[in-house]
């Protein structure tokens, strides 16, 4: 069971962000030439154009959206706390069709660099709703066939997980060999923090290790290259009450 420390949710100090997700508002706007296009709302939202993909994984859904519009919405299943799905913006880049056994007969990956997640079907379909997955999201089998035929590849996938951005709500134990949005989290603060060069890629590996175990000597921590509590306050990831 992965240790963590829960927190009260309200706000965040410094926050991985979900870069690129933008605002789904499109502004109210009357002028001459009457409405906005639906491509001008899009590009004031920040969001693409075409189909995309917005997953909650506190609310359980997946959201399809044609640039502001929402086109479809599906009822969806999610990562344990021991296999989280991935926090981030992502791409569809691969697909297939067929019978795929436990993923029903569709699946879209995703190009999270730290594992391979996709959306797929279930033969699980009393899954639904809950965290049951080892990470990828679980859609009912006809959802998925129906998703598979409205999304490109290239779409863009933004998955948002708690109030603070690859946090998500708390703060996760982390050690050599894990992988997952945390990961990515800490990489991009120790990056501004000059520790780090590597890319943010949710992977614990020897470049992150070392990052960490010079961070926590600069920092006056217990000589351990493991992320704790502790370490997380003083590079600044801080869940406020």
Request: charge should be positive.
């Amino acid at each position: 069971m992965a240790k963590t420390w829960k927190r009260p949710v309200a706000a965040l100090l410094l926050c991985a962000l979900l870069a690129g997700a933008g605002s789904l508002a499109a502004a109210p706007y009357a002028g001459e030439s009457g409405e906005l296009t639906p491509q001008e709302r899009a590009r004031r939202a920040n969001v693409p154009e075409g189909p995309w993909i917005w997953i909650d994984i506190p609310q359980k859904s997946l959201t399809l959206y044609e640039g502001t519009e929402v086109k479809k919405r599906y009822a969806v299943a999610t990562g344990t706390g021991d296999t989280p799905s991935p926090i981030g913006t992502f791409r569809v880049t691969s697909r297939f069709a067929g019978d795929l056994g436990g993923f029903g007969t569709r699946f879209l990956g995703l190009n999270v660099p730290w594992g391979q997640f996709g959306i797929h079907g279930t033969n699980k379909p009393g899954s639904i709703g809950s965290n049951a997955s080892h990470g990828c999201i679980r859609m009912y089998v006809r959802d998925s066939e129906e998703l598979y035929g409205l999304v490109p590849n290239g779409a863009k996938v933004v998955i948002q997980g708690g109030p603070y951005g690859q946090l998500d709500s708390y703060l996760r134990y982390l050690i050599p060999g894990d992988r997952n949005s945390h990961v990515a989290a800490v990489q991009r603060r120790l990056t501004v923090l000059g520790y780090y060069t590597g890319q943010a890629d949710g992977i614990y590996g020897r470049g992150t290790q070392a990052a960490v175990t010079r961070a926590r000597k600069d920092l006056g921590l217990p000589a351990l290259d493991a992320v704790d509590e502790a370490f997380y306050r003083a590079i600044g990831l801080i869940l406020f009450e």
